[in-house]
């Protein structure tokens, strides 16, 4: 049964736009967001054991082992920020991680509230991957296409560089999509015999999709 605290879980392919929906509901509905790969480039940045070790399958577009990534979601969790409770970005990515995330709610006597599955077709997730760039100083988003800096290669923001993460290069980028295919959408299947999971289309403009969240949330019951 959910306790006090709230748990949003987010899911969908690399380059859904789960980042930016984390952010937005995390802020609507004061939460704290857990973003697994975000945690993963600090403790990367920062040069740490973990981030060492999670670079390499960071490069590859393979996962991090399941154990590293729930302590780091455990870790989290008991922060202040996250006291009344949290939107999951880019966590769980396999079944393991789901059971994983149940026990350590279940120990705190709380679950996951929801589940919003964010989909986008493969070719434009392909398009939306290979023109991003973010700004190395920030972390501000871009997309030389839809969403170009007004100075080419210079953040709006803060006039930071601009790069393309290693992980957005077209060889990666394949291979992310058949670690998605092949590990996370065996997740749907396991939340898909729970309450509380629903489906977004997510190739639209950015404001639409927070609002077809915002909606299923405030929906009574868990239709799709
Ligand atoms: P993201 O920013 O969510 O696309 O994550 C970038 C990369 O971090 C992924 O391609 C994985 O290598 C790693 N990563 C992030 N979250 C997880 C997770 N829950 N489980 C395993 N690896 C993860």
Redesign the pocket.
Known sequence: MAGRRRHLVLIGP??AG??TQATRLAAEQRLCRI????L??AAAQAGSDLGRL?ED??A???????E??LDLVAEELDRPGCASGAVY??????VD?ARGLAGILGERGEGVERVIVIEVPESEIVRRLAGRRVCKKCEKLYHIGFAPPKLEGVCDACGGELIQRH?DRPETIQR?LA?YREQTEPVLAYYAERPGVTAVPGDRAVDEVAASIRHRLTAVGSGA
Do not use: C, H, N, Y
């Not at 590859?60 to 399941?66: N, Y």
């Open positions: 690399p380059g789960k980042g973003s697994t790969g975000d993963l480039r999670a399958f960071m590859r577009g393979e996962l991090v082992p399941d590293l990534i970005d880019g966590i769980p990515r396999t991680q992980d992310r670690v």
